[in-house]
Each structure stands twice: as C-alpha cells, then as structure tokens.
C-alpha cells in the first residue's frame, strides 16, 4: 500500500479516487484564500482561470443577468461557473498556450475581456493575448498555509507552484515520486532540485489519475 498527497481537494466522483484501491489518499490544498473587494468589471468578455476565480467573483455581486459573454480556462472551471450562468461561450481544454490561441478567435474587433484571477495568479492568458484593451482584476487573495500534512508520502501530487512552495517551505525532499498537474509546476519542482516529475499529458484530473496509474 503506498501513501499518496494531492494538493487539491477532490470531490468524491473524481477519476483519481476511482483508481487509489487500498492506498491512502491525503487530498489536501496547501493554499489559504480571501476574498478581495472589486468593482462592477466594465467589459464585453469575462473570462475565469479557476474555480476559485468563480466563487469568489459571485459572491462579490450578482452578475449572472449583466450582458457578458462568459469563459473559463477548463472544463473543470466551466463547471463551476454552470452553477451561476447558463450560457458559456467559450471553454478551453487548460493548456495555457492552446486556449489563448482558441480564445482568440472568439473575439471580435473592439472585444475588451476582464481576466478574472487571484492575488497572486500568472495572468498567462491576458499577457499571452497582449490585447492592450484587456485587463484583469483580482477577485481573491491565495497565500500558502501553514498547516501542512506532517506524515511520510510515497507519491506527491501538485497541482501549482504555490502549492510546492507551501509543501517545501515546511517539508524536505525524501525520496518521493513526483506528478505536477503541468509544465508550469514540473519547472517549480525543478527549482527545488526534483528533476524526476511525471507531468500529466492534460491539466485534468483525469490525467493525473493516468499518470498516478504508472507508480500504483
């Protein structure tokens, strides 16, 4: 039996519970978040990053009647944004460089798109499109925890750079398997000296629990 930790917690039909067996899953972000104050956004296009982008933007105000036009990073922040909106017009597949490109093509001339983030968020769609007309807001703050997991871990399963920061600045390397959800976190595990990550073909769930599948 080995020992697992995702820093992600995951809901109970997630594909990576369907394939831990007998192993012991610890699901457990290493992110601690706040609400940050933030205006009507004044834009054609409202565009999340995360389903966190998502909550926290509904609480700050009742937006689902405003003329938007709404999209989402991924599928997985698409589903959380159902829960708000009925109509989503544009949904990438979570691979930064591909869902500028597609997004893109979603836009008309004169379109101005409101990058919803947190705090600390890489903004990669925004910078990556460099429309000057667009802009982002953050909606929530994201700082890491202090309350991390203090028992041994055979696989250790990130899903961003704050989250290896967090582990790392309360724990030391010792001989654990490594997944990142994405290059952007296998280059952060690099910085640390882990030169041997898997990194999931997709940032999905679904991909991660592939990858998993390689070290049960």
Avoid at 48 to 59: D, I, L
Avoid at 64 to 75: D, M, V
Avoid at 177 to 198: C, E, M, P, R, W
Wanted: some cysteine; hydrophobic content about 40%.
């Amino acid at each position: 039996m080995k020992n697992i930790f995702i820093s992600r917690s995951l809901n109970p039909s997630s594909p990576i519970r369907n394939i831990i067996g007998d192993h012991l899953l610890v699901d457990q972000s290493l992110i601690e978040f706040s609400a940050i104050d933030f205006e009507e956004p004044r834009a054609d296009w409202i565009f999340f990053y995360s389903r966190n982008g998502v909550k926290y933007f509904f609480k700050g105000g009742n937006y689902e009647l405003y003329p938007y036009l709404w999209a989402c990073l991924s599928e997985g922040t698409a589903d959380e944004l159902s829960h708000y909106v009925t109509d989503i017009a544009f949904i990438g597949n979570g691979s930064p460089a591909e869902v500028a490109s597609a997004f893109i093509d979603h836009l008309k001339p004169g379109d101005v798109t409101c990058f919803i983030r947190a705090e600390h968020s890489l903004d990669s769609i925004n910078k990556s499109i460099g429309n000057e007309v667009d802009f982002s807001i953050p909606v929530y703050n994201n700082i890491p925890s202090q309350n991390i997991p203090t028992q041994e871990f055979d696989i250790l399963i990130f899903t961003s750079p704050m989250n290896i920061d967090a582990w790392f600045k309360k724990r030391k390397y010792n001989n654990e398997s490594f997944i990142a959800i994405g290059q952007t976190t296998a280059k952060h595990l690099n910085q640390y000296g882990i030169k041997d990550v898997i990194v999931s073909n997709h940032p999905s769930e679904e991909a991660i629990a592939n990858s998993l599948k390689e070290l049960l």
